[in-house]
């Protein structure tokens, strides 16, 4: 299958810190999900591959455009739909006119075309019947969907999603996973989460960052499968397991080297996450 | 219904040649008249007829316009344009207010208490209005959507240039009106005009390498350093400070110049999110 996104060895330094170490990556149609710590330089990779930030080294392309030059930057950016970490909103806006502003910004000049498409990508994220209500009335689930809806305009082939659902409800972020799989149907998504759900529930592929490199590219069963017989019950907190926490049922679950004997458990993606950043450098929570 | 439109009106309509104002009559009728969109599609083809529909219901779900948009487009601004100003903080009644206030008082003082030759409490912060006003339409720290914006298509310096050049009209426009309240000081009163440019441009062209915050703070503290040592060494409390005399109009308007060239060299870095990447 030929790559919407190729990248290979995008590095690129703020001040000491290396936020990219010869990153590589390939992305095809489909919601790819990005796990990662605080830190893992998740948002800076999802920034260089909008166009928002050069890499220090290393190349990429998006749909064979080459972000390198002026012109490749702007076809990359036509290509685009992009919903930063901490999407800012003109609070007076009302969801039409932001999403209107959104698409001038993506060059839709022509009034009666623009308004098409600010109503369907409204109805898209079933914002429809609020397009006209002030954005600062809207809950944090409806901001986000209007956010998603500017990601939209244009009908994109290469959607970055930063974190859209950080801080919504667990009915706000299942509704918002299916409109983020309803909008891979057809279209490349890079999707960046702390949720191992999110990756389970959308992604038919998972990358993992830490210190700035990629640590896992895979499938989520593959992911999964890195944990299998590394998981297990005790009654007791097992010291030598990576992590390890009480249950609702009053036994520990652990993560990591079991002891002979143990009682192993059935794996789960976020346990092959915690095992995949053990050794990175990264804290896994206990 | 007191009238219904008239059926070589609706044919005309029906084929996308009425032309306004009737044919904003004619979507405000067909809206709320059964008889009439009955007629229009007997005398309509299906595929026009669908486009008319489209065209009526993109009408009824346009946006009211807020009070700047609207008096945008009355002057004659294309609505897109219009919607791009119309998200610029500076732009908003209550800058806009605390500019006008400013500029009150300080004309209010240079009146009250008459300075030799020129009104230099009003030309030494005058310049510095629409420095801040640029400042503050452009870049993370008070752009909201700056981020989606640096991304987006349009090109970053055409977003720049579009909301400079209208904060920059407001700002000279208000202090022009301000100079109008100091008659007394003949055209001495406009020894602003060039300082601002100058100071305008030099925060832009260097905000294009040192940021949004750090290039008009920079730009500003020089100012006010220049005012204070021209201060310091004119000969007599009579004279007009340097930047107000001819020759300091002379230096202003080369230093203007040569900042819009260095903008125009520099436009490009405004296309990236660059100096405040995290």
Aim: hydrophobic fraction near 45%.
């Amino acid at each position: 299958m030929i790559p919407t996104v190729s990248a290979s060895g995008l590095s690129l330094r703020y001040g000491g810190t290396r936020a990219l170490d010869d990153v590589s990556l390939r992305l095809t149609p489909g919601v790819t999900g990005l796990l990662g710590p605080n830190g893992a330089g998740k948002t800076t990779l999802l920034r260089v591959l909008a166009t928002a930030v050069p890499a220090d080294r290393g190349a990429f392309t998006v749909l064979g455009h080459d972000p390198s030059t002026s012109r490749g930057r702007q076809e990359v950016r036509r290509a685009l739909g992009y919903l930063p970490q901490s999407p800012g909103f003109h609070p007076d806006f009302t969801a039409f006119e932001f999403v209107d502003y959104v698409a001038i910004l993506k060059e839709l000049t022509d009034r009666t075309a623009r308004h098409r498409e600010v109503r369907r990508v409204l109805e898209e994220v079933d914002l429809g019947d609020v397009r006209g209500r002030r954005i600062k009335k809207l809950s944090g689930g409806m901001r986000q969907r209007v956010a998603l809806a500017a990601a939209l305009v244009g009908d994109p082939g290469f959607l970055v999603l930063d974190e859209p659902t950080v801080g919504l409800d667990p009915e706000q972020r299942m509704r918002f996973r299916e409109l983020i799989a309803h909008a891979g149907e057809g279209r490349t998504v890079l999707l960046s989460t702390h949720q191992t759900e999110d990756v389970a529930m959308l992604c038919h592929r998972v990358l993992v960052m830490a210190a700035g490199t990629i640590r896992f590219d895979g499938t989520p069963a593959e992911l999964t499968e890195r944990a299998a017989g590394r998981v297990w019950s005790s009654t007791e907190r097992a010291p030598g397991a990576k992590a390890g926490w009480r249950t609702g049922t009053g036994t520990f679950r652990n993560v990591g080297d079991p002891p002979p004997g143990a009682d192993l458990l059935e794996p789960t993606l976020e346990d092959g996450y915690l095992l995949t950043l053990d050794g990175a450098g990264a804290e896994v929570a206990a | 219904m007191t009238w219904h439109v008239d059926e070589q009106d609706l044919r005309a309509y029906a084929r996308g040649e009425l032309a306004a104002p009737m044919l904003w009559s004619a979507d405000t009728h067909l809206a709320a008249c059964g008889r009439c969109r009955g007629v229009l599609a007997d005398v309509s083809d299906p595929v026009a007829l669908d486009a008319g529909w489209e065209r009526l219901d993109a009408e009824l779900d346009a946006p009211r316009l807020g009070v700047l948009e609207s008096l945008l487009v009355r002057c004659g601004v294309p609505d897109h344009i219009a919607r791009l100003l119309a998200a610029t903080p500076v732009l908003r009644g209550s800058w806009l207010g605390a500019v006008v206030a400013l500029l009150v008082m300080t004309v209010a003082v240079a009146n009250a208490v008459p300075e030799t030759s020129t009104p230099t409490l009003f030309l030494a912060l005058a310049p510095l209005l629409p420095l801040a006003g640029v400042a503050l339409s452009y870049g993370p720290a008070l752009d909201p959507t700056y981020e989606m914006a640096v991304v987006a298509p349009m090109h970053g310096f055409r977003l720049l240039m579009i909301r400079t050049l209208a904060v920059l009209a407001t700002g000279l426009g208000l202090n022009g009106l301000a100079t109008l309240a100091l008659p007394g000081y003949g055209l001495r009163a406009l020894a602003w005009l060039l300082p601002a440019l100058a100071l305008t441009a030099t925060g832009l062209a260097l905000t294009a390498r040192l940021g949004p915050v750090l290039a008009p703070s920079l730009v500003g503290g020089a100012w006010i350093a220049l005012l204070l040592v021209a201060h310091a060494e004119r000969a007599t409390d009579s004279d007009p400070l340097a930047p107000f005399t001819a020759a300091g109009q002379g230096v202003a308007a080369a230093v203007a110049a040569l900042a819009v060239g260095a903008l125009l060299l520099l436009r490009d870095r405004f296309d990236l999110f660059t100096w405040s990447a995290e």
